[in-house]
Every structure is written in C-alpha cells, then in structure tokens.
C-alpha cells in the first residue's frame, strides 16, 4: 500500500533554519554573518510560496527483508548491514521517495544561488525528520515502550550501493510525486532523497554506527575494517 504525505513549509522551517545556519557556519557574534545570514532569510522570502514538500511512502512486512537485501515483487536491492538485524523483531519495512521542489533562485547573482541551493539542503533534512514523526505516528504511537524505528538506510548508506537508487524507482511510483530519475542517477528536483525506514521492537540488533556512510563493498562485511 502506498500513499502520498504532504508537509507543510511552515512545520519544517524552524529545523530548516536552524539547518542552514549550520551549513553556513553562521557565528551570530560576526557583523559579516549577521549580514549574510540577512541576505540568506532573503533568499528563502523571495522564494517561500514555491517551497512544496512532499513524500511518496509504501509499507511492506518484515518478509521482504533478507540478510544482505530487500526484496520486493522481484526487484532486489543490495544492503549488506541488513545481516546483522533481527528480522522476527521487525514490524514493518517502510520505503520512501521525499522532495523539496520551489527551492531555485532565477537570480544572475551567483551568492543568491549558492542560498538558494543551501535553503534546498536545509529542508530536505527538515524535511525528513517531519517525514519521520509522521511515520512514528502511523505506526508506533501508542506502542512505544516496545516499538522503535530505525536510522534511514538508502543508497550510500549502510552497505548499499548508490546505484541501488534506480530500483526505488521500480519499486514506487515515484512520477506521482513529480521527482524523475536521469541514467546518471541524479533525481530532478535535485533537492530528493529515498530510503527505508523499519519499524521493529527495541533490541532487534540494528547495524553499527560504523555502518551508516558505507556505501557497500564487493567483498561483504566481513571484510570490513571495522569488523576485523
């Protein structure tokens, strides 16, 4: 079962603020920064009214989870930290395509650019930690002495390949979002992210810490230098 969830701009701002200033090492005690930081919240007011943020989310159960993979309908994704989980402890297994459209500046001056594009990064994280409270309310309020949800695996992440990513697209019917996916593997609105989310009882031995930014190795984990 897939399903549509639209955020709200004005939910998102405060971490998306808070995410800019980080990207932009802001240092409230600079006069330049105070500056620039003005001309950033300039950028995101010229822009507001075309900011949309919007995921495309399906829910399968923990039978699609392998040691190395998941796999649904027949389309297999790699994810070499799924070993190591306790798969009778999964609940759910849900998959998610998330964008951020409206983020672009039409301005020739390259700084209100670069903004621009900080802005995009900045509410696509803002974004997703919405995206996951809506999950955590779907599925774990209620329950959550006993039920937690998981880090976000996706290519690049957790043992997963980056070419992986072309099978989100099999997988879900990504275009009802208005995202598309070019051969380079790059998805339009750039400002895009996919993954999994897995809903499971706490202490399902989740993947190391160590795990999160491999991006796979041919040989497996065991030879991981982590792991040896």
């Given at each position: 079962m ?25 240092k409230p ?5 105070q500056?620039?930081?003005a001309?950033?919240l ?6 507001i009214?075309g900011?949309?943020i919007?995921?495309i989310?399906?829910?399968y ?6 040691d190395h ?5 027949g389309?297999?994704?790699s ?16 998959f ?7 983020c672009?500046?039409?301005?020739e001056?390259?700084?209100d ?12 994280n803002?974004?997703f930690?919405?995206?996951?409270k809506?999950i955590?309310?779907?599925?774990i ?9 998981s ?6 992440y ?6 992986e990513?072309?099978k ?12 598309k996916?070019?051969?380079?593997g790059?998805m ?5 992210c996919?993954g ?6 706490k202490?399902a031995?989740v993947?190391?810490e160590?795990?999160k ?15 040896m």
């Open positions: 897939s399903f549509v969830i639209k955020l709200k701009e004005e939910d998102a701002f405060p971490n998306a603020l808070e995410n800019f200033k980080s990207i932009c090492g802001y005690e600079s006069e330049k920064h500056r620039m930081h001309s950033g300039e950028i995101r007011e010229f822009g009214h900011i949309d919007k995921a989310v399906s829910e159960d923990s039978s699609v989870l392998h993979a998941v796999e649904i309908d389309v297999r994704l994810c070499d930290a799924l070993f190591t989980l306790d798969k009778e402890k999964v609940k759910k297994v849900i998610y395509v998330m964008t951020v459209d409206g672009a500046c039409e301005s001056e390259l700084m650019r670069l903004y621009a594009d900080l802005w995009g990064t900045a509410y696509v803002a974004g930690e919405l995206l996951r809506e955590e309310a779907r599925y309020a209620g329950n959550k002495e006993q039920l937690e949800l880090d976000a695996f996706g290519p690049g957790y043992g997963m390949p980056t070419d990513m072309r989100f697209f099999e997988i879900l019917n990504v275009e009802e979002i208005g995202v996916l070019y051969p380079s790059v339009v609105p750039i400002k895009s996919a999994f989310l897995i809903v499971m009882e202490g031995n993947p190391s160590h795990c930014h491999c991006a796979g190795n041919p040989k497996g984990c065991q030879m991981c230098v982590h792991k």
